[in-house]
């Protein structure tokens, strides 16, 4: 009963899954995966068909024991046994991994070792060991083959590069960098290939069969600078920016040179003739495979960003997308023989802005640990493998080829350096010194790169390989033991300013922005379309249309600096909860801070109350008859053309006509004899007191206030009155008995009329409709007397 319900289930499943299975090219009856190794031909194949019997377990068995004396061999105990060579692959791989985390560890856990030699130079030391002790057991020790560097160990370490690249100082520096990467390079292969050739001409029997055009390939092998050999070394010694990325640019961006020129050199080696044409399309091609790099980078860019619009969901699988498109892309170049470095460091570059806003904060620290982490290990791994490769590979020495490879490398790099900063130094503000040319041209290392690529030649058309490997290895040494190793004290010696690590503040934000807004605002005024008018054209573009499509919610209207603040504002708060400072939070958390956790409401609408036409014809013919209509100071600025302004020429002959009114008193006032000090009222009210009839006014006594005094007392306090009321007997008019009786008044001048003017004061014999409007010419709005020593002009004029 048992077996049958198996059976009819069994067959139930197969019916339900036949359709799947022959979809996918599969038979729907059950197979047997083949006993061959995953190294042979055959794969994964399908056996015989078997029937229903075979299948099942238990018929199975049968089976075994009714075969006649083909059974396996009886193990001792039944269960345990050996079998290295099903885990011998993901074995060995861990056992390499680990071995480079341990060297590594060790590395710097020996601080002295470390300030001495640079960890490129012992990870190297190591190979070069666990290569001769492989050998010595009498094993073939591995060799870093090209397949396993281009597609698994160099992708980490330029993703990490391109993702956490400093954009603003490779934008700045671009056209520099692209003049070393791309003219630098040139000069490099064609000078090395044309010299190395006439050193085979000359150089003998052994070196007469090497043709120009292997030459030149050779050439253009070793001439670039290996990016992950200048990463390894220049992050130890900690150089400036400006000096370090423009030795790590050009070793990212000469890569579609190198591309090129090695494809060009190893297609036209198998030509007969190489005529014009194909001069040009190699030439032609240089564009292809770099821009073609960039194109393929930038679409997946663009898609990643997105793909992670949609995973506020699931933010487990917010790296993941990170690091497939980003492989995808490079696979993608690579397929097509375009530039796949071109393609990595391009979607980096687009994807990291949209990413960032899209995902969380702890996938963005997934994210930036897990590109570390592999591309260290990437990096590591590269350089045992290339002591291990030194002691596994075919060596042929000929010291005249190594020599005058060795030597023609370092004056290629100082000339290419010294004349191409030169031409640079005529467009550059800021000019590269004699220093910083000495650590550009002492810092063209060279590395795996060039070792690969020359791994990858054909015996049957390159069959002087391993002499071209011999010397690329020398050079490799050379520059990494030699100039690796005494550019740190190089540095010290000659003081070039080092990198400072210092965190970017709200403060130095602000006014990066600021300085971006002006320099534009200078380069349209000037009408000169330079590199701040094109980033501002491109950010306006970004901010209107890119950003609505790629980031998600309300980020994308978010301004960059209150987003720079949200990011600086959540870094502070894990490294205070990092520390153990979380009794320091305060109480009141930002809104920016806890946006990413709590779902953000929705601010609410205000209510705008609705007026009747009739009201709002009111209240506007209200602020037309009592609001001023101020005159318009400042038009609109176009700088091709200047409106004149129409009441300019009257303000200017105001303004000069009152300045000409104050010289004039202030003449007067040093032509006269100073007046004397008026006394204060508490001396008035003790002289007066003391001798009444003895006092006289002064003649200023005009400006001072009415104070009216009693002779009788003049000691009380209630003697003293000071009168709102102007009495009648001023303005020079003789003063009436009654106001003799009443005692000594001191009045003020009487206040002109509001809306006079100093300039503009009305006569006794004009109308009310002239005086308003010599009132109205006279006042031009409110304003401020202009102080001693302020110019004529306002500034807003």
């Given at each position: 009963?048992?077996?049958?319900?198996?059976?009819?289930?069994?067959?139930?499943?197969?019916?339900?899954?036949?359709?799947?299975?022959?979809?996918?090219?599969?038979?729907?009856?059950?197979?047997?995966?083949?006993?061959?190794?995953?190294?042979?031909?055959?794969?994964?194949?399908?056996?015989?068909?078997?029937?229903?019997?075979?299948?099942?377990?238990?018929?199975?068995?049968?089976?075994?024991?009714?075969?006649?004396?083909?059974?396996?061999?009886?193990?001792?105990?039944?269960?345990?046994?050996?079998?290295?060579?099903?885990?011998?692959?993901?074995?060995?791989?861990?056992?390499?991994?680990?071995?480079?985390?341990?060297?590594?560890?060790?590395?710097?856990?020996?601080?002295?070792?470390?300030?001495?030699?640079?960890?490129?130079?012992?990870?190297?030391?190591?190979?070069?060991?666990?290569?001769?002790?492989?050998?010595?057991?009498?094993?073939?020790?591995?060799?870093?083959?090209?397949?396993?560097?281009?597609?698994?160990?160099?992708?980490?370490?330029?993703?990490?590069?391109?993702?956490?690249?400093?954009?603003?100082?490779?934008?700045?520096?671009?056209?520099?960098?692209?003049?070393?990467?791309?003219?630098?390079?040139?000069?490099?292969?064609?000078?090395?290939?044309?010299?190395?050739?006439?050193?085979?001409?000359?150089?003998?029997?052994?070196?007469?069969?090497?043709?120009?055009?292997?030459?030149?390939?050779?050439?253009?092998?070793?001439?670039?600078?290996?990016?992950?050999?200048?990463?390894?070394?220049?992050?130890?010694?900690?150089?400036?920016?400006?000096?370090?990325?423009?030795?790590?640019?050009?070793?990212?961006?000469?890569?579609?040179?190198?591309?090129?020129?090695?494809?060009?050199?190893?297609?036209?080696?198998?030509?007969?003739?190489?005529?014009?044409?194909?001069?040009?399309?190699?030439?032609?091609?240089?564009?292809?495979?770099?821009?073609?790099?960039?194109?393929?980078?930038?679409?997946?860019?663009?898609?990643?960003?997105?793909?992670?619009?949609?995973?506020?969901?699931?933010?487990?699988?917010?790296?993941?997308?990170?690091?497939?498109?980003?492989?995808?892309?490079?696979?993608?170049?690579?397929?097509?023989?375009?530039?796949?470095?071109?393609?990595?460091?391009?979607?980096?570059?687009?994807?990291?802005?949209?990413?960032?806003?899209?995902?969380?904060?702890?996938?963005?620290?997934?994210?930036?640990?897990?590109?570390?982490?592999?591309?260290?290990?990437?990096?590591?791994?590269?350089?045992?493998?290339?002591?291990?490769?030194?002691?596994?590979?075919?060596?042929?020495?000929?010291?005249?080829?190594?020599?005058?490879?060795?030597?023609?490398?370092?004056?290629?790099?100082?000339?290419?350096?010294?004349?191409?900063?030169?031409?640079?130094?005529?467009?550059?503000?800021?000019?590269?010194?004699?220093?910083?040319?000495?650590?550009?041209?002492?810092?063209?290392?060279?590395?795996?790169?060039?070792?690969?690529?020359?791994?990858?030649?054909?015996y049957e058309h390159f069959n002087m390989r391993d002499m071209f490997l011999t010397a690329i290895?020398?050079?490799?040494?050379?520059?990494?033991?030699?100039?690796?190793?005494?550019?740190?004290?190089?540095?010290?010696?000659?003081?070039?300013?080092?990198?400072?690590?210092?965190?970017?503040?709200?403060?130095?934000?602000?006014?990066?922005?600021?300085?971006?807004?002006?320099?534009?605002?200078?380069?349209?005024?000037?009408?000169?379309?330079?590199?701040?008018?094109?980033?501002?054209?491109?950010?306006?573009?970004?901010?209107?249309?890119?950003?609505?499509?790629?980031?998600?919610?309300?980020?994308?209207?978010?301004?960059?600096?209150?987003?720079?603040?949200?990011?600086?504002?959540?870094?502070?708060?894990?490294?205070?909860?990092?520390?153990?400072?979380?009794?320091?939070?305060?109480?009141?958390?930002?809104?920016?801070?806890?946006?990413?956790?709590?779902?953000?409401?929705?601010?609410?609408?205000?209510?705008?109350?609705?007026?009747?036409?009739?009201?709002?014809?009111?209240?506007?013919?209200?602020?037309?008859?009592?609001?001023?209509?101020?005159?318009?100071?400042?038009?609109?600025?176009?700088?091709?053309?200047?409106?004149?302004?129409?009441?300019?020429?009257?303000?200017?002959?105001?303004?000069?006509?009152?300045?000409?009114?104050?010289?004039?008193?202030?003449?007067?006032a040093y032509l006269t004899v100073p007046a004397n000090k008026i006394d204060s009222p508490t001396?008035?009210?003790?002289?007066?007191?003391?001798?009444?009839?003895?006092?006289?006014?002064?003649?200023?006594?005009?400006?001072?206030?009415?104070?009216?005094?009693?002779?009788?007392?003049?000691?009380?306090?209630?003697?003293?009155?000071?009168?709102?009321?102007?009495?009648?007997?001023?303005?020079?008019?003789?003063?009436?008995?009654?106001?003799?009786?009443?005692?000594?008044?001191?009045?003020?001048?009487?206040?002109?009329?509001?809306?006079?003017?100093?300039?503009?004061?009305?006569?006794?014999?004009?109308?009310?409709?002239?005086?308003?409007?010599?009132?109205?010419?006279?006042?031009?709005?409110?304003?401020?007397?202009?102080?001693?020593?302020?110019?004529?002009?306002?500034?807003?004029?």
């Open positions: 009963m048992g077996a049958a319900a198996l059976r009819a289930l069994h067959w139930a499943l197969l019916l339900l899954l036949g359709p799947l299975l022959l979809g996918q090219g599969l038979q729907a009856n059950a197979t047997r995966v083949s006993e061959q190794p995953w190294g042979e031909a055959g794969g994964i194949t399908a056996a015989p068909l078997a029937t229903a019997q075979e299948v099942h377990p238990l018929n199975r068995q049968q089976h075994n024991h009714s075969s006649d004396g083909h059974s396996k061999p009886r193990k001792a105990f039944p269960v345990l046994g050996i079998d290295y060579s099903h885990v011998r692959i993901p074995f060995e791989i861990s056992l390499w991994i680990l071995l480079a985390c341990l060297m590594k560890m060790g590395f710097h856990v020996m601080s002295s070792v470390s300030k001495v030699v640079p960890e490129s130079c012992l990870l190297i030391v190591v190979g070069l060991l666990v290569g001769g002790l492989i050998k010595a057991v009498g094993e073939k020790p591995p060799i870093l083959k090209s397949d396993i560097f281009f597609l698994f160990l160099l992708p980490p370490i330029i993703l990490d590069a391109g993702y956490f690249l400093p954009l603003r100082q490779f934008t700045e520096n671009l056209g520099t960098i692209l003049i070393f990467a791309v003219v630098g390079t040139l000069w490099n292969a064609f000078f090395l290939g044309g010299l190395m050739y006439a050193v085979c001409q000359i150089g003998g029997s052994g070196l007469n069969h090497i043709g120009l055009l292997a030459n030149l390939l050779f050439g253009s092998i070793i001439s670039a600078v290996d990016p992950v050999a200048v990463l390894a070394v220049f992050e130890e010694i900690h150089i400036n920016e400006l000096l370090h990325i423009l030795v790590f640019g050009e070793s990212l961006l000469n890569d579609a040179v190198t591309v090129v020129l090695y494809h060009l050199f190893e297609e036209f080696a198998n030509f007969e003739q190489v005529t014009i044409i194909d001069i040009i399309l190699g030439f032609l091609s240089f564009f292809v495979v770099s821009l073609g790099g960039v194109f393929v980078g930038v679409i997946y860019g663009l898609i990643a960003a997105f793909t992670s619009r949609f995973t506020s969901n699931i933010r487990v699988i917010e790296p993941l997308f990170v690091f497939l498109y980003s492989y995808m892309a490079y696979l993608s170049a690579e397929l097509f023989h375009l530039s796949g470095i071109m393609a990595l460091i391009a979607s980096g570059v687009v994807m990291r802005p949209y990413v960032e806003a899209n995902i969380s904060h702890k996938s963005h620290t997934t994210i930036k640990y897990f590109l570390k982490m592999w591309s260290s290990v990437s990096e590591t791994l590269i350089f045992i493998f290339l002591g291990v490769s030194t002691v596994a590979g075919q060596h042929y020495w000929n010291w005249t080829f190594v020599i005058s490879t060795l030597l023609f490398c370092l004056i290629a790099r100082v000339l290419g350096v010294l004349v191409l900063t030169w031409f640079i130094n005529k467009f550059r503000i800021v000019k590269l010194t004699p220093k910083d040319q000495f650590i550009i041209a002492y810092g063209g290392l060279r590395g795996a790169i060039a070792f690969s690529l020359c791994y990858l030649l054909d290895i020398t050079v490799i040494f050379f520059t990494v033991f030699v100039q690796g190793m005494t550019i740190r004290p190089l540095v010290d010696l000659l003081a070039v300013k080092k990198k400072q690590e210092t965190k970017r503040s709200i403060n130095e934000e602000i006014h990066t922005q600021f300085l971006d807004h002006l320099l534009t605002g200078i380069e349209d005024i000037c009408g000169h379309y330079g590199h701040h008018h094109w980033k501002d054209k491109l950010n306006r573009f970004n901010k209107k249309y890119v950003k609505k499509c790629l980031i998600a919610g309300e980020r994308s209207k978010e301004p960059q600096l209150i987003a720079f603040y949200h990011k600086m504002e959540m870094k502070q708060a894990i490294e205070l909860v990092e520390s153990g400072g979380l009794g320091k939070i305060p109480s009141t958390i930002s809104a920016v801070s806890i946006q990413n956790i709590s779902p953000k409401t929705l601010p609410v609408e205000r209510v705008i109350p609705t007026l009747s036409k009739d009201k709002e014809e009111e209240i506007r013919k209200i602020l037309r008859s009592n609001l001023q209509k101020t005159r318009q100071r400042l038009r609109s600025y176009n700088r091709h053309t200047l409106v004149a302004d129409p009441y300019e020429e009257a303000w200017n002959q105001m303004l000069l006509r009152r300045q000409k009114i104050r010289q004039a008193d202030h003449q007067n001396m008035s009210r003790a002289r007066i007191g003391s001798d009444p009839l003895a006092y006289e006014p002064k003649p200023d006594s005009e400006n001072l206030p009415i104070i009216t005094i009693d002779p009788a007392s003049p000691q009380s306090p209630e003697s003293v009155d000071l009168p709102n009321k102007v009495p009648k007997g001023c303005g020079g008019l003789p003063p009436s008995p009654e106001e003799d009786e009443e005692g000594l008044v001191m009045r003020p001048k009487e206040p002109s009329s509001p809306g006079t003017d100093d300039v503009f004061t009305p006569g006794t014999g004009d109308s009310p409709s002239s005086q308003r409007m010599l009132r109205c010419l006279s006042d031009p709005g409110p304003r401020q007397e202009p102080e001693e020593g302020e110019p004529f002009i306002p500034k807003g004029q």
